[in-house]
């Protein structure tokens, strides 16, 4: 999906962020990302109207928003994932 996003919505040190925005990786998961390159990995953005943190496996410089998910997720978050990446 493509988001016009402003770059001050954007986490430049995802280091900053709270471990507990982390979940444990599979192999799987982690050499789809390794497939682009590094800056294009991991970007962070505040949502300010939710005060939550979205992180999109690859966001590229178009703008465009790849996510990889090989597990089962709930509606909720897929419709929470969505919304926040639609223009």
Known sequence: ???DILHS???QDVSLIKKEYYRKET???RDWKLAFPLSFREVAFYDAA???I???DIFTP???TIEFQNSPIT???LNSR???TQI
């Open 1 to 3: 999906m493509k988001k």
């Open 9 to 11: 919505d954007i986490i």
């Open 27 to 29: 192999v799987w998961h």
């Open 50 to 52: 939710n005060s939550d």
């Open 54 to 56: 979205h992180r999109a």
């Open 62 to 64: 178009s703008g465009y």
């Open 75 to 77: 509606l909720a978050e």
């Open 82 to 84: 969505e919304a926040f």
